[in-house]
């Protein structure tokens, strides 16, 4: 069934805000039987961002009819089948280089002169105060333009990106442009909660229909940065668990003093310093195997730091694993141990918990939310390598059977509050009010 609505442009906007104007424009939507939004991330797909994919396909599940649009990510190489199946139901807006980016522009000066002059001088606005060169939002208008075109072309009304970094930068101005009508954002951290000011954050919040935080924690950053009239935008929907990791079948920890840590190589997950744990364990007689799981920019220093204290024959690196390597990792260690400096609230650790795992991790962001001390893992302070190796030595001489009750009862907690079908509802709940919205005719 097709509907042709034509929407007037005309809104109410803040005193001096540069949202879309050319009064009496329209913009002609098509609503070809269920909802349809179109989805952007800066990189996709990416082996750290299975859970963008996993919500996807839980929203097509319930009907939703998601157009897969990403800034880069069409040429690298990905280790899970699942992820080469998304990449080639993606669009890429920087796949045709500059030239796709010029041709767009040129399309948009054509056909909408106003709603661009309008569009690039928030650009620069915003390019001021962030600290880096105006020419990177200028190119981030550029991609908004090649956005927006697919948007029209399809009918598709709103745009959700994930991350409140470029890729709402791109959505946002693609709204300014009158090609899309509305959009919204995920907000992961810490990047968004470490740079609000570069980012503009609080304009994006208050031009957005609604900002998805995945913890409490992450609602209360954003609320931070708006006033309080813009707080009832701020919804709290958690990342869902695979299904392969809801429905494997439950393993007990193996007696082997071998614990895993999974994620990307980087300052913020903290693993110089679970190397100096290591190190801190050995010197005390304490038998432990660590593997990491996972590559990125600071394997070179973790692998020096590992031969600075001898300790090659205790750790092994993966490097990139798919998504089915990364459980049967978890299932060959007693625990997850993830001794993050900041995050928003790690996939990772849902998914040790869901196979019965127990975890050992830091208090910051929205981890204590899911991690019940005593219960289901242990809980340090970031930064503390003493508390850190006390806490993985406890768990290394912790007996088996229970290991399993911990475990046990970190995979209930996790499927009570991760559950990726009952998240998806949420989400589409939002999506669809959004899309509504947008569909108005005035």
């Not at 606005?125 to 190119?139: K, Q, V």
Request: aromatic letters at 6%; charged letters at 25%.
């Amino acid at each position: 069934m097709n509907h042709e609505l034509r929407l007037s442009n005309r809104q109410e906007t803040p005193t001096g805000s540069d949202s879309c104007v050319d009064p009496g424009a329209t913009l002609t939507i098509r609503a070809d039987g269920p909802y349809k939004v179109a989805y952007l991330v800066n990189h996709y797909p990416k082996v750290s961002h299975s859970f963008i994919r996993r919500e996807i396909r839980a929203l097509e599940a319930q009907g939703m009819a998601v157009m897969r649009t990403s800034i880069r990510g069409w040429n690298e190489p990905l280790p899970d089948a699942r992820d080469e199946e998304e990449r080639q139901r993606t669009r890429y807006v920087l796949k045709n280089g500059w030239s796709g980016l010029l041709i767009a522009v040129l399309r948009a000066a054509l056909s909408r002169p106003g709603r661009l002059i309008h569009a690039w001088w928030l650009a620069t606005r915003l390019g001021w105060r962030s600290g880096r060169s105006i020419a990177y939002h200028w190119a981030y208008l550029a991609e908004a333009c090649v956005l927006g075109h697919w948007m029209h072309q399809e009918g598709i009304a709103h745009v959700h990106a994930h991350f409140g970094t470029n890729s709402t930068d791109v959505a946002m101005f693609a709204t300014v442009l009158g090609m899309a009508r509305s959009y919204s954002f995920t907000a992961h951290g810490p990047e968004e909660f470490d740079g609000p000011r570069a980012l503009a954050l609080t304009e994006k919040i208050e031009r957005a229909q609604f900002v998805v935080a995945i913890s409490s924690f992450g609602r209360s950053q954003l609320m931070r940065w708006i006033g309080p009239e813009h707080w009832h935008k701020v919804k709290v929907v958690h990342c869902g668990l695979d299904d392969m990791f809801r429905r494997t079948t439950a393993q007990s920890p193996p007696a082997v003093p071998r614990l895993v840590c999974v994620g990307r190589l980087c300052e913020q997950k903290g693993q110089l310093l679970l190397i100096d744990a290591v190190a801190r364990l050995a010197q005390r007689g304490v038998d432990c195997e660590l593997v990491l799981a996972g590559d990125g920019e600071m394997r070179a220093q973790i692998e020096d730091r590992i031969v600075r204290h001898s300790l090659h024959g205790r750790i092994r690196i993966t490097g990139w694993i798919s998504g089915d390597q990364v459980r049967d990792e978890l299932l060959a260690a007693r625990a997850l141990v993830l001794p993050s400096f900041a995050e928003g609230l790690p996939v990772v650790l849902m998914e040790a918990m869901a196979l019965q795992r127990p975890v050992v991790s830091t208090l910051v962001a929205g981890i204590p939310e899911l991690v019940v001390p005593e219960e289901c893992g242990w809980l340090v302070p970031a930064g503390d390598v003493e508390s850190l190796a006390d806490a993985m030595q406890q768990c290394l001489e912790t007996p088996v059977d229970r290991l399993a009750q911990m475990g046990q009862a970190a995979r209930q907690r996790v499927l009570q509050r991760h559950d990726v079908d009952q998240e998806a509802r949420k989400l589409y709940g939002l999506l669809a009010h959004a899309t509504d919205e947008g569909r108005k005719v005035v």
